[in-house]
């Protein structure tokens, strides 16, 4: 029991010591991700769209938020709407 103990305080000691010292960074799942789009068409509906293929990281600072990032690439060429014509 205080093995157990032991294991989970230095675990959640790390955890804090770490988001002390800087941002955490993430990465954007491609697989996961799409950038989503919606823009009128001639005043009467709504075409839907995204792109397929986005990356790039997230870094966030829990000290102070106001310096956290995103950066992300989102390649055109993957753009799509679902439409067949």
Do not use: W
Not at 15 to 33: E, L, Q
Not at 36 to 63: C, I, L, W
Request: hydrophobic content about 40%; glycine content about 6%.
């Amino acid at each position: 029991m205080m093995r157990r103990f032991l294991v989970v305080a230095t675990l959640a000691i790390g955890v804090m010591v770490g988001s002390a010292f800087g941002a955490d960074d993430y990465k954007i799942d491609p697989v996961h991700s799409s950038a989503n789009f919606a823009v009128r068409h001639m005043m009467v509906s709504t075409v839907k769209g995204r792109f397929t293929d986005v990356e790039g990281q997230v870094s966030y600072d829990p000290a102070d938020v106001t310096k956290s990032t995103v950066k992300a690439v989102i390649k055109t060429s993957t753009v799509t709407t679902d439409n067949s014509y």
